[in-house]
């Protein structure tokens, strides 16, 4: 089977994307053409995939690079078995004719996310949310729909499958919490917390714990976590290869995540918890309920209040100051990451859908 990717608004490595469901398709056998911006990201393709590089859409600057992935399409969808897009901007520039059978994999609740979109004019953050919805109920009848949560169900009139977006768990016992660093994993916004993280570093830097931010963050996030970092509170490591992400999340005496309560989150659960616990690693997260119940019911971490940034505090020090608890939290994590959220557990029906509309 020969399978088209795209993607203009996702990193080139996009861990979900590259790491997860490529490599179950390239281990499967079959052929992926990967279309993604390459360039603007300074990633270097795998040498198993065809790579296409594009421009990368964010913020107002979409235009062009939705021009290019259009044409990127039209040359090399016909020559596949199978178009799998992960951006509902591409829905827009989808060829009618010479198309193979298309799937859209649905990553987010797209009216829900516009509330978090700094980049739109905030009028528009509200009035678009009949017209998305519309447009969701054409891609549903026009093109196979692949979902990332099961929360997302409700939003479409048809039953579509769902492929968690889990990680990698290795059977071996991975090493065990510290006692001096706190981890957050995933891109940084507003709506994701950034603003606690920094005052939760602020707080806790006195106490002799360094907070380690892993991840890329939108322009009004950058300025204020380039000042942190220059100003001692934490230590800001940018966008990593998922391997290098995960590396630096080992042995950290937690795993914040401390997501607000937008509605784009209610129904999803954070990866960054699962690879945590899969990484051996006490969650600490806010009460979004996905999250909360899988945190509360495999008994691994620490649920505190939303924009708390002192309850936040207060748990980590709790973990500093029970190895005891800390080592039964990470032990549990792993254990249920490993049993419920093994990635190649999922790959395989993954594939198994895609092979089944490409034929």
Same mark, same amino acid.
């Given at each position: 089977m020969r399978v088209c990717v795209c993607t203009v608004v996702h990193h080139a490595e996009d861990a979900r994307i590259l790491h997860r469901q490529i490599r179950a398709l390239l281990d499967a056998g079959h052929e992926v053409t990967y279309i993604a911006? #390459? %360039?603007?990201?300074?990633?270097?393709?795998?040498?198993?995939?065809?790579?296409?590089?594009?421009?990368r859409a964010t913020g107002r600057r979409r235009l062009r690079a939705l021009r290019v992935a259009r044409r990127a399409i039209a040359e090399h969808a016909p020559h596949s078995d199978l178009l799998l897009l992960h951006d509902p901007e591409l829905l827009l520039v989808l060829p009618f004719l010479s198309r193979p059978p298309t799937v859209w994999d649905v990553h987010e609740d797209t009216a829900a *996310?516009? %509330?978090?979109?700094?980049?739109l004019p905030r009028p528009f953050r509200l009035l678009p949310r009949p017209f998305v919805r519309a447009a969701e109920r054409y891609a549903e @009848?026009? +093109?196979?729909?692949? +979902?990332?949560?099961?929360?997302?169900?409700?939003? #479409?009139?048809r039953e579509h499958p769902v492929v968690p977006n889990t990680t990698y768990v290795s059977h071996d016992v991975p090493p065990?919490?510290?006692?001096?660093?706190?981890v957050y994993l995933g891109h940084l916004t507003? *709506?994701?917390?950034?603003?606690?993280?920094?005052?939760?570093? @602020?707080?806790? @830097?006195? @106490?002799?714990?360094t907070v380690d931010l892993i991840g890329g963050a939108d322009p009004r996030t950058t300025a204020l976590l380039r000042d942190a970092d220059r100003e001692g509170l934490l230590r800001w490591h940018g966008y990593r290869a998922n391997d290098d992400a995960l590396r630096l999340v080992e042995g950290a005496l937690a795993g914040l995540s401390l997501l607000r309560d937008e509605p784009n989150y209610r129904h999803s659960v954070p990866t960054k918890v699962i690879e945590y616990m899969a990484h051996g690693v006490p969650v600490v997260t806010t009460p979004l309920p996905a999250a909360a119940d899988i945190v509360t019911r495999a008994g691994s971490g620490l649920v505190v209040p939303f924009k708390d940034a002192v309850a936040a505090v207060e748990a980590v020090l709790r973990l500093r100051d029970d190895a005891a608890l800390r080592d039964r939290l990470a032990a549990a994590g792993h254990h249920a990451a490993r049993l419920h959220y093994h990635w190649p557990d999922q790959g395989k029906q993954f594939v198994a859908h895609l092979e089944r509309w490409a034929a």
């Open positions: 911006p #390459f %360039s603007a990201v300074g990633a270097v393709p795998w040498p198993e995939v065809t790579a296409v590089d594009v421009p *996310a516009l %509330s978090t979109k700094t980049w @009848r026009k +093109l196979h729909l692949l +979902l990332a949560e099961e929360g997302y169900r409700t939003r #479409f009139r065990p919490p510290g006692a001096d660093r706190v507003a *709506a994701r917390g950034a603003a606690e993280l920094i005052e939760v570093a @602020r707080l806790l @830097r006195p @106490r002799g714990v």
